[in-house]
Nanobody, 125 residues
Framework: QVQLVESGGGSVQAGGSLRLSCAAFGASYSTNCMGWFRQAPGKEREGVAAIDSDGRTTYADSVKGRFTISRDNAKNTLYLQMNSLKPEDSAMYFC???????????????????WGPGTQVTVSS
């Protein structure tokens, strides 16, 4: 099973930016599809963005135009560039991956198989 480790979380003022990273350790086929989720206290986990092996991306409506998901396959790393951050973006952010590669699967919020431990993002007003 692939191991995922997030980094880059922290505290930032509203309107600021952060870039999250997710390093993947293990077989590359286990990361054909990768994505980001987030969960705030007392709320359900929600999908934020996803990217497939061909670079196709999908986003939650709440982050479209502000967040950008990307991947560097040579570095086995996933990124989430977050701009124009809002207090409601505050949450624990989780990296996820799945070996399924088809367009039929790799969409934001789908049932990913592998998960990282999360990194905290706090946006203050």
């Amino acid at each position: 099973q692939v191991q995922l480790v997030e980094s880059g979380g922290g505290s930032v003022q509203a309107g600021g930016s952060l870039r999250l990273s997710c390093a993947a350790f293990g077989a590359s086929y286990s990361t054909n599809c990768m994505g980001w989720f987030r969960q705030a206290p007392g709320k359900e986990r929600e999908g934020v963005a996803a990217i497939d092996s061909d670079g196709r991306t999908t986003y939650a409506d709440s982050v479209k135009g502000r967040f950008t998901i990307s991947r560097d396959n040579a570095k086995n790393t996933l990124y989430l560039q977050m701009n124009s951050l809002k207090p409601e973006d505050s949450a624990m952010y989780f990296c996820a991956a799945d070996e399924r590669a088809g367009y039929w699967f790799c969409r934001v919020g789908r049932d990913f198989t592998h998960w990282g431990p999360g990194t905290q993002v706090t946006v203050s007003s």
